[in-house]
């Protein structure tokens, strides 16, 4: 009965709209009070679940892409990748998920991209002449990659919870990223060429050269971070808050686009971001500590391995209930709360736990996509001016596009494990 009312509260809080942080503390205060344990735990687990030092990293990167995004960097990034292939049939369309490629390194999250990149690449592709809702859908669909390529919110999370090494995530992260880029590339050229989509004059090497050097100091930001980690002369967090100073100079002293009397205001809009997602992190262990106490991951991994033991089927219903929380549930969330007891299942089999790391954020990113809670569907949206119906039906080769990705990641692990073993091991 109580598992009951835990999982009832829960859904009803997702279904009416409140915020999945508040629904998980809810769900799980209801459970505490109905079973008579004392409310005295609840705050202890939230702060065992945020008191660990490597999700020091999420502020500093936070702080770091803002500070970044209000220094100019989005503009610049548009314009080399638009000189790169801006000149091919829908060129804006492979512009826009090429800057999300590059801005991915250096905001982390998905939500930041589809908002800046959203911002300007949504009204310039309807200006030139693309419909709305594949202007959206581009957008919204390349938005996911910026949490694969590192540096990743959600992988330092999952560190944090595996004790995976950081490091290792952001490096598995890497390829399939770009699998994931490109294969959205390769979908939107053939869209924009079977409609005429426009194109653009090829506007020299000049050009090229000039939004390259332009862009460098942005690009080298995900060089600073990857540099620092391979070489091991900083942890991830020392790394973020290098990140953090590194931003803080090229904004106010190389583009000179960040005010100093904006720095502030910058400083709390991420301080609030942080907060909400560590806040989320501590409800969600709640939750999680809730469900380990009521044995649900082995009663998962038991349901599971009746029905098989094989590799390949297990790999594919870890991918498909993942697929389906990632429709209704916020991508940190559904990590916290599924991915040690899928660890648990995984591991049963013979996955490795940095290969089943790397699919299973790939995969809650697609969710970011899928209606009806697909936060940057509705960002793009709204953008866009348009309701989320046609959006969604544009979208959808796109995420045909990135489940094909996903899958050749869940069954190819080097694809996900080769260059951390070359790098690190």
Known sequence: MSLAILIGVFILGLVIGVPVAVTLGLSSLCYLLFKGIPLVVMPQKMYAGIDVFVLLCIPGFILAGNLMNSGGITERIIRFANAMVGWMRGGLGLTNIAGSMLFGGISGTAVADAASIGGVMIPGMKKAGYPGDFSAAVTAASSTVGPIIPPSVPMIIVGALSGISVGKMFLAGAVPGVLMGVAMMVTCYIISTKRDYPRQAWQGFRELAGSFFGAFWAIAMTALIIGGLLSGLATPTETAIVASVYAFVVGCFIYRELPLRQVPRILIDSAVSSAAILALVGFANVFGWILVSERIPQTIANAVLSITENKIL????????????????????????????????????????????????????????????????????????????PVVRAIAPFLLTNIIVLFLVSYIPVLATGLPSLLLD
């Open 314 to 389: 297990v790999i594919l219903l870890i991918n498909l209930l993942l697929l389906f929380v990632g429709m209704f549930m916020e991508t940190i969330a559904a990590l916290i709360i599924l991915f040690v007891p899928l660890l648990t299942l995984a591991q049963s089999v013979g996955i490795e736990p940095l290969h089943f790391a790397t699919f299973a954020v790939l995969n809650l990113m697609i969710g970011l996509t899928t209606p009806p809670v697909g936060v940057c569907l509705f960002i793009c949206a709204n953008i866009a001016k348009l309701p989320l119906s």
